[in-house]
């Protein structure tokens, strides 16, 4: 029943009612924007109603939530009715009344719905230490345990998988590798590669890279998906990873060990060792002989070379011969010459010659 004072007319009885229904809805938006306020980084469940733009519309029950476009998976289709868990990412005062921003995409969605269905993450017993999230695609989680004798992975998993199907099946079909946290990064490595096997990791600190060698056969394995599996491990771990084939490993290795033996200077008795080599695989040369003074041949022994004449010469002494012989009869038939023309025939010889 309405009550109008006396004397106010049909105007001030409808700004009166209106100024009240105005409090009313500000009470209502202030005591929606407390309930919803502390509550962020929750899950809350709706029922989504419209799109608008590229926005959805998401009834809370007193409330609606907004889901962006940049929240929302590209793998999922909203359709009206259709109801879904939302991450509650941030609540908002605006002059309309609170705003709710709901995420479907964030990372710590996969968390909150493990908590939800893991008895053991929700008490505390096993630790979700980190989540790496490509929506709508994979995710992996890694987790501890905080109790001796408790299997972490086996507890998220469930009996025959049913826990974690349940949340695969929330968010659409996403795949989720639950895997063991450890605090040596070398372990924590190779287990965020999971499923791929490991056959060894050279952690660097120094440029915080993770050096992994697979077999041959699990390289495809461990990099992935157009490299989805070392790009998740490698969000998870905080570390560079760099994946390397055993074959291209053990040359790599091979090559540095050559080099460094080249480089390396010669201990004393390697020394002795490489010398004794050498000469032993030095080609054999002719010992040189010594040397003898020669010596001068003896008559005997010295062959008699023969002696060539011309015919000149023959023929000249030949005349020559005849020539005195004619002379000795001429002297014999005058008489003995005197001293002196015997000596100047010897020195007439003697030129000849």
Known sequence: REVTPPGAGRIAAQTARQVVLQK?????????????????????????????????????????????????????????????????????????????????????????????????????????KGVAREPGQRSKVAVAARQPGVDPVGACVGLRGLRIQNVVQELGGERIDIIEWDKDPARFVSNALSPAQVSKVIVRHDINTAVVVVPDKQLSLAIGKEGQNARLAAKLTGWRIDIKPESVWEKAVATPKEEEEEERPLQPWEEVIEKEEVLEAAPEEEAPQPVEAPVAPSPEETPARPIIRFAEEVLGKARRQVEKEEIKAKRGKKGRRPRLDEEEEELEDWEEL
């Open 24 to 128: 009313l809805r500000e009470a209502e938006r202030e005591r929606v924007f407390e309930e919803f306020s502390g509550r962020e980084g929750e899950v809350v469940s709706g029922v989504i109603q419209r799109m608008e733009s590229r926005q959805v519309i998401v009834d809370l029950g007193r409330t609606e939530g907004i889901l962006p476009a940049s929240e929302q998976v590209r793998t999922e289709h909203y359709r009206p009715g259709q109801r879904m868990k939302f991450y509650l990412l941030e609540v908002q005062r605006t002059p309309k009344g609170p705003q709710i921003v709901l995420s479907r995409s964030h990372k710590n969605l996969v968390k909150r719905l493990l908590e939800l269905e893991v008895p053991e993450v929700a008490r505390g017993i096993v630790e979700i």
